[in-house]
């Protein structure tokens, strides 16, 4: 899988996942829409379904590769970097360091199992809060 891909693949999974939290906590209800698009662009043809970390995401074959899919577009990887860079700002490299170690270290089902979220409270006061990300956590869960 190349860098775009991953890109845009990481971020469908987070808002997947968030969106399943949102659910979970009653913020936000699955809607009758959502599921007929689904369904709509499934008759297509045009998408498939990548398992990632216990996930369908949505993809279509783009002219550039592999794109996940939002709301019935590809996500662009440009959009994703900006996401990244405004989150972490100039630690975004060495988060990223971090990440690539771990991954290249473990077998996707452990990481899949430990999920290394930042820390932030549970039920909806949580919801939305930034969390701090522990890249020492992270250093210390790869394998050697």
Same mark, same amino acid.
């Given at each position: 899988?190349?860098?775009? %891909?991953? &890109?845009?693949?990481?971020?469908? &999974? +987070?808002?997947?996942?968030?969106?399943?939290k949102g659910v979970r906590l009653g913020i936000y209800?699955? #809607? !009758?829409? #959502?599921? =007929?698009?689904?369904?709509k662009a499934l008759q297509h043809g045009e998408e498939i379904h990548i398992d990632l970390m216990g996930r369908a995401i949505p993809a279509v074959h783009t002219k550039d /590769?592999?794109?996940?899919?939002?709301?019935?577009? !590809?996500? #662009?990887?440009? +959009?994703? %970097?900006?996401? &990244?860079? +405004?989150?972490?700002?100039?630690?975004?490299?060495?988060?990223?360091?971090?990440? #690539? /170690?771990?991954?290249? =270290?473990?077998?996707?089902? %452990?990481l899949a199992r430990q999920a290394f979220r930042p820390e932030v409270k549970a039920g909806t006061a949580g919801w939305s809060a930034e969390g701090e990300l522990d890249l020492g956590k992270l250093a210390s869960a790869a394998l050697p």
């Open positions: 899988m190349d860098h775009d %891909e991953a &890109l845009t693949l990481g971020k469908a &999974l +987070s808002g997947l996942t968030a969106q399943a209800e699955p #809607t !009758p829409e #959502t599921v =007929s698009d689904q369904r /590769g592999l794109r996940a899919v939002r709301q019935g577009k !590809p996500i #662009t990887p440009a +959009s994703v %970097e900006r996401y &990244l860079v +405004s989150k972490f700002g100039a630690d975004l490299e060495e988060v990223r360091q971090a990440m #690539t /170690g771990l991954v290249h =270290s473990l077998p996707a089902a %452990e």
